[in-house]
């Protein structure tokens, strides 16, 4: 069984914190993310930062009971796929230099990993999501289960290694530069597809209404997709950055939300605009794409049936983008905006002039960022997962792209004022977000 290593901070452990030795790593975090909207979002309550902080048996108490008072007609089944872990965060008030021995302003262990993160904020939004990871028979397994358990997702399903090791994550909150260092350590054995039986398979997609892969365990993750896409379930890719099996995950992909070097990365384009056209060109499935820009907001392309339409305008989607940053940049909303384009045929110039031949009906939508005073902004650990969250959510009740993005970034900016994945999402009754539900 793999052993913490031991990064020692001579910091007074916090009171539901790790001990004073803390890792970091990147499996839980993604790159920061504020997304969007066509209206103002309500002003933000911000929880009183001072008050002490509960026990972990407390913590999961408080957090079975309010799952418990959710008030939803329908509690759709959601299920993700992906790699869950443990974190342990120190925040501190600078970045160590090589060497150097500082003091934690705070810390905190909880559950991360990208799955984890995003069904537990779809939980509290009011999904009922199934997990399929892997965890090991230990200490920290016992509690990524038991804080997940207690956040409403059913991990009934999780393979459980006998012998085996958990995946951990140590993260490091650099307050000055508002950045978090990561550094993750595997669970050991490895998830293999022969752990998952066909009828395993077929309880966790049933009744189903969205599939979510977070993009690791991939092997394991085309299996369920192939089910879930013969059933003509609705999939979800979270494209982080390219991995062994990924390309043939997306095509699968009804929906894609990616980070911001992924489109470019995974097709060569020289523009994110003409990156997102060739993506949507080349994954005949797809519905949507969402690219994450961290504090500056996102940008989604959003395909569309042609039919009969009247809107046969030709547009290049460059000048598309330029022409809705500019006009981002002009504008001056505290609380995230959409901006769209016209429906079109999206295109690119051909070098000698004219458009290119191919195309993809629909239009770009540009979502600003919230802004988040710099008193108020804690951690971006997980803001993409929480975003991705928000996403799930909106798929599931059918909300258009206009009160989507703007919800997924008034639950990611909410995240962003907690210490770690989890602590700040907020829950379907909460002032922040009742609005966009």
Same mark, same amino acid.
């Given at each position: 069984?793999?052993?913490?290593?031991?990064? &020692?901070?001579?910091?007074?452990?916090? =009171?539901?914190?790790?001990?004073?030795?803390?890792?970091?790593?990147?499996?839980? $975090?993604? !790159?920061?993310?504020?997304? @969007?909207? @066509?209206?103002? $979002?309500?002003?933000?309550?911000?929880?009183?930062?001072?008050? +002490?902080? =509960?026990?972990?048996?407390?913590?999961?108490?408080?957090?079975?009971?309010?799952?418990?008072?959710?008030?939803?007609?329908?509690?759709?089944?959601?299920?993700?796929?992906?790699?869950?872990?443990?974190?342990?965060?120190?925040?501190?008030?600078? &970045?160590?230099?090589?060497?150097?021995?500082?003091?934690?302003?705070?810390?905190?262990?909880?559950?991360?990993?990208?799955?984890?993160?995003?069904?537990?904020?779809?939980?509290?939004?009011?999904?009922?999501?199934?997990? /399929?990871?892997?965890? %090991?028979?230990?200490?920290?397994?016992?509690?990524? /289960?038991? *804080?997940?358990?207690?956040?409403?997702?059913?991990?009934?399903? @999780?393979?459980?290694?006998?012998?085996?090791?958990?995946?951990?994550?140590?993260?490091?909150?650099?307050?000055?530069?508002?950045?978090?260092?990561?550094?993750?350590?595997?669970?050991? =054995?490895?998830? *293999?597809?022969?752990?998952?039986?066909?009828?395993?398979?077929?309880?966790?997609?049933?009744?189903?209404?969205?599939?979510?892969?977070?993009?690791?365990?991939?092997?394991?993750?085309?299996?369920?997709?192939?089910?879930?896409?013969?059933?003509?379930? =609705?999939?979800?890719?979270?494209?982080?950055?390219?991995?062994?099996?990924l390309d043939e995950l997306?095509?699968?992909?009804?929906?894609?939300?990616?980070?911001?070097? &992924?489109?470019?990365?995974?097709?060569?384009? !020289?523009?994110?605009?003409?990156?997102?056209? $060739?993506?949507?060109?080349?994954?005949?499935?797809?519905?949507?794409?969402?690219v994450t820009l961290g504090? !500056?907001?996102?940008?989604?392309?959003?395909?569309?049936?042609?039919?009969?339409?009247?809107?046969?305008?030709?547009?290049?989607?460059?000048?598309?983008?330029?022409?809705?940053?500019?006009?981002?940049?002009?504008?001056?909303?505290?609380?995230?905006?959409?901006?769209? $384009?016209?429906?079109?045929?999206?295109?690119?110039?051909?070098?000698?002039?004219?458009?290119?031949?191919? &195309?993809?009906?629909?239009?770009?939508?540009?979502?600003?960022? *919230? !802004? /988040?005073?710099?008193?108020?902004?804690?951690?971006?650990? #997980?803001? #993409?997962?929480?975003? /991705?969250?928000?996403?799930?959510?909106?798929?599931? @009740?059918?909300?258009?792209?206009?009160?989507?993005?703007?919800?997924? +970034?008034?639950?990611?900016?909410?995240?962003?004022? +907690?210490?770690? +994945?989890?602590? %700040?999402?907020?829950?379907?009754?909460?002032?922040?977000?009742?609005?966009?539900?």
């Amino acid at each position: 069984m793999a052993h913490h290593p031991s990064i &020692f901070f001579t910091a007074k452990p916090m =009171p539901n914190a790790a001990p004073a030795h803390c890792f970091f790593s990147s499996m839980a $975090s993604r !790159s920061q993310i504020f997304p @969007v909207t @066509v209206r103002d $979002s309500p002003p933000l309550r911000v929880a009183n930062s001072s008050a +002490a902080e =509960p026990s972990f048996k407390e913590d999961i108490d408080a957090c079975k009971v309010a799952i418990s008072s959710f008030a939803l007609s329908e509690r759709h089944i959601v299920v993700g796929c992906g790699t869950v872990s443990l974190d342990y965060l120190a925040k501190v008030a600078s &970045f160590p230099q090589p060497d150097e021995k500082i003091r934690a302003i705070d810390s905190q262990v909880q559950g991360g990993g990208n799955v984890g993160n995003a069904l537990t904020a779809g939980a509290r939004l009011g999904l009922k999501p199934r997990l /399929i990871s892997k965890v %090991g028979n230990d200490a920290s397994g016992n509690r990524i /289960i038991a *804080e997940l358990e207690a956040a409403g997702v059913d991990t009934s399903y @999780v393979v459980i290694a006998d012998g085996g090791n958990s995946p951990f994550t140590y993260v490091i909150v650099d307050q000055e530069k508002n950045t978090r260092t990561c550094i993750h350590t595997p669970g050991q =054995p490895l998830m *293999e597809p022969n752990e998952l039986s066909s009828s395993t398979i077929t309880a966790l997609l049933s009744g189903a209404k969205l599939v979510y892969f977070d993009g690791r365990l991939t092997d394991t993750a085309l299996l369920i997709a192939n089910e879930a896409s013969q059933q003509k379930l =609705p999939i979800l890719v979270d494209a982080e950055r390219k991995r062994d099996h990924l390309d043939e995950l997306l095509t699968f992909a009804n929906y894609i939300v990616a980070s911001a070097k &992924f489109p470019q990365a995974w097709t060569g384009s !020289s523009s994110l605009a003409s990156a997102l056209l $060739s993506m949507a060109i080349r994954l005949e499935k797809l519905t949507f794409l969402i690219v994450t820009l961290g504090s !500056s907001g996102c940008v989604m392309l959003e395909k569309l049936d042609y039919g009969n339409s009247d809107h046969n305008e030709v547009m290049d989607v460059n000048l598309l983008l330029k022409s809705l940053q500019k006009e981002a940049t002009q504008s001056n909303h505290r609380h995230p905006v959409v901006l769209s $384009s016209k429906v079109g045929k999206l295109t690119l110039t051909s070098p000698g002039g004219g458009f290119t031949e191919k &195309f993809v009906y629909g239009r770009l939508l540009l979502g600003m960022a *919230e !802004s /988040i005073p710099p008193e108020e902004l804690v951690d971006t650990t #997980g803001a #993409g997962d929480a975003f /991705i969250g928000a996403i799930i959510y909106s798929i599931c @009740v059918g909300l258009p792209p206009e009160k989507m993005l703007p919800l997924g +970034a008034v639950v990611a900016g909410a995240n962003c004022r +907690a210490l770690g +994945a989890r602590d %700040g999402l907020p829950l379907r009754d909460d002032a922040r977000v009742c609005a966009f539900l």
